[in-house]
């Protein structure tokens, strides 16, 4: 991976049900923003990626096409024992009382943790930090990918890549993508999607 500068928005604990945190542990002078809003993840991960070799910053928030407070769903750990162990990356936002992940709709009402975060745009994410452009993002929020990807101008950041999830997008989507960014080449994996320079 040739890229320097990168976002990972929905990073959990930045090590397990992804493979970023390798991609990245081998490169020299990186900057990267770790997005995730899940406090018990959000501790875990500033330390299982303590030891990448950049400027390294963490954003306790969430991603969204506008600022505003949203609730969220997760297994609190203690009570993930009783789950497959998958069920620990399905933390998603609720939306019309219901989790967007569809395996939380399994996880016993008693075992769903409630959590009220603030979210913010990408381009609040991009001042914040006094970013003007971004090689890589990538995005997986199980469900609010399509709001957050179709919120990023990826020209206006000089964006290289961007991988996302696939599940949960509408129909259109993807069309609609593929017609904004015709510069883009796609790749459509078994979970995730790509548009990429």
Known sequence: MEYKTFVIIGAMDGIKHDDI????RVLDGIRVIFVEPIPYHFMSLTTNTNDLKGEIYYECSAISN?????EM???HPADLCYYD???DGCSCVIEDGKPLNVFMKDVSPIHVTKHRVRSITFDDLMDK???DSVDYIQVDCEGYDERIV???DLEKYGVKEIKFEKHYLSA???DYMKFRYKKYKTHIGESDITFKI
């Open 172 to 174: 259109i989507f993807y």
């Open 129 to 131: 930090y006094g970013w």
């Open 73 to 75: 769903a997760y297994v």
């Open 21 to 24: 945190y390798n991609k990245l």
């Open 85 to 87: 162990d998958y069920i």
């Open 150 to 152: 179709g919120s990023i």
């Open 66 to 70: 506008k600022r505003e407070s949203v």
